[in-house]
């Protein structure tokens, strides 16, 4: 035993060359598509309409879905890898992927057959949009504390309730949204609330104020307002009153991606500063010469690599179904995004003034990479896991 992991065998991070032809096809249209308009994102804080629609021709909206349910299959790692790439260039681009992830994950996971060719498979072939509306002002950590609420009548559900911080709200087609449909129990604080899919005409339903947040330029998210909103019994997406389980189990899934948005931003601005540090003279020598720029870009490359690794080995464990990955998606995601923020900051450093320089495009990662730490589970929140994770898995105890 390889505590906690059962055996070595566990370490092993199963890449292929397919995974290195299809990094190397997305990388073309990153490097055509996607790099030369990151200003143009930046100053009106939209990805155009054409590259969006590329992105769906290309099928990476389908990525991590079966092909059953019209997506190009590949789990885990291949999204990771996509996920990687864009960011590298656009990473808000990568969030409008991922959210449309978060609507198709939990159905995936949980719903019934006719959810996922009716949902899933518009949203994989790119021809729709999804959104995750969970957060609440009541607090996005304290899933279990959801005020939202969702009354039974006449084979309907009606909800009630506001959401928060939802990206791509404004455009989804779908919605999964939580509600408490029952009180929670004593016992079972978490008990008592149902996911539920919502399509956008539905009466009610309102997309409310956009937040403007640091970084993600491109993909602001939405407040989601639920008035009297009344749902079919049939759109309930797994148990009903089991809701946070459908909810922290899409977030095991979903937060490898975080982690290789993150990669994708640590790659992208150590390329920059490897670049610059090359470049730049002062006192008669290179940047590079200097020994307390060798060191930065040292530090840099290897936290860079421990996150990738890190990242790699999550998803290799997801897609081979092995309950691990829990803990391994949490350790990549706090490593990885913790990484992205403090290798863009050092990559803002070694460009000097040009680095707090909006138009040299360095500082808009180190802005990213901030939001990377706080959704999907704050880094707080992935700490908590790692501990609770490596306990029940190492002493079969819960805490
Ligand atoms: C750009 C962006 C996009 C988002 N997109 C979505 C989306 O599409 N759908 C969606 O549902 N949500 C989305 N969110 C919400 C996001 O998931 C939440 O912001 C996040 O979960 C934190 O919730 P909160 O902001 O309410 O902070 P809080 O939960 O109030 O936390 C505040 C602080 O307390 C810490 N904390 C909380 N609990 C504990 C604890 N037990 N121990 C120690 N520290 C703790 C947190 O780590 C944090 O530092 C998005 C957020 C952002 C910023």
């Given at each position: 035993?390889?505590?906690?992991?059962?055996?070595?065998?566990?370490?092993?991070?199963?890449?292929?060359?397919?995974?290195?032809?299809?990094?190397?096809?997305?990388?073309?249209?990153?490097?055509?598509?996607?790099?030369?308009?990151?200003?143009?994102?930046?100053?009106?804080?939209?990805?155009?309409?054409?590259?969006?629609?590329?992105?769906?021709?290309?099928?990476?909206?389908?990525?991590g879905i079966p092909e059953e349910y019209g997506g190009q299959g590949g789990g885990q790692l291949l999204t990771a890898i996509l996920t990687e790439e864009v960011s590298r260039a656009i990473p808000s681009l990568a969030v409008t992927i991922g959210v449309n992830h978060l609507f198709a994950v939990p159905v995936l996971l949980y719903g019934t057959e006719e959810q996922k060719r009716k949902y899933v498979t518009p949203i994989a072939r790119g021809e729709a949009r999804g959104a995750h509306a969970n957060t609440e002002p009541s607090g996005g950590s304290d899933v279990a504390g959801i005020q939202s609420k969702a009354r039974k009548e006449n084979g309907h559900?009606?909800?009630?309730?506001?959401?928060?911080?939802?990206?791509?709200?404004?455009?989804?087609?779908?919605?999964?949204?939580?509600?408490?449909?029952?009180?929670?129990?004593?016992d079972k604080r978490w008990w008592g609330i149902t996911v539920f899919i919502v399509e956008k005409d539905t009466p009610g339903l309102k997309i409310g104020q956009q937040f403007r947040v640091m970084g993600m330029r491109g993909e602001q998210p939405y407040e989601v307002v639920l008035e009297d909103v009344r749902v079919p019994e049939e759109n309930i997406v797994g148990p009903i009153n089991e809701g946070f389980k459908v909810i922290v189990s899409t977030y095991d899934h979903t937060r490898i991606g975080i982690a290789a948005q993150a990669v994708g931003i640590a790659?992208?601005?150590?390329?920059?500063?490897?670049?610059?540090?090359?470049?730049?003279?002062?006192?008669?020598?290179?940047?590079?010469?200097?020994?307390?720029?060798?060191?930065?870009?040292?530090d840099m490359y290897m936290k860079l690599e421990a996150a990738r690794l890190l990242t790699y080995w999550a998803a290799s464990l997801a897609d081979e179904g092995k309950r691990e990955f829990i803990v391994a998606a949490s350790l990549a995601?706090?490593?990885?995004?913790?990484?992205?923020?403090?290798?863009?900051?050092?990559?803002?450093?070694?460009?000097?003034?040009?680095?707090?320089?909006?138009?040299?495009?360095?500082?808009?990662?180190?802005?990213?990479?901030?939001?990377?730490?706080?959704?999907?589970?704050?880094?707080?929140?992935?700490?908590?896991?790692?501990?609770?994770?490596?306990?029940?898995?190492?002493?079969?105890?819960?805490?």
């Open positions: 035993m390889v505590f906690p992991f059962m055996s070595v065998e566990d370490f092993k991070i199963n890449l292929s060359e397919e995974h290195e032809i299809f990094r190397k096809s997305v990388r073309e249209f990153v490097e055509s598509k996607l790099m030369p308009i990151w200003q143009e994102v930046e100053q009106t804080n939209k990805i155009p309409e054409e590259v969006l629609k590329e992105a769906a021709e290309l099928g990476f909206f389908g990525v559900y009606v909800i009630n309730g506001r959401k928060v911080f939802i990206s791509g709200a404004a455009d989804a087609d779908y919605l999964v949204v939580s509600a408490r449909t029952s009180p929670p129990r004593e790659q992208a601005t150590f390329e920059k500063a490897l670049n610059y540090a090359l470049q730049r003279e002062l006192f008669g020598q290179r940047l590079i010469e200097f020994e307390m720029i060798i060191e930065k870009l040292a995601k706090a490593f990885a995004t913790e990484t992205a923020e403090w290798v863009a900051r050092q990559a803002i450093q070694i460009h000097g003034g040009y680095g707090v320089d909006v138009e040299t495009g360095v500082e808009r990662y180190l802005r990213d990479a901030i939001i990377t730490t706080i959704y999907e589970g704050t880094n707080e929140i992935q700490r908590l896991t790692i501990v609770r994770q490596l306990v029940r898995q190492a002493f079969g105890l819960k805490i």
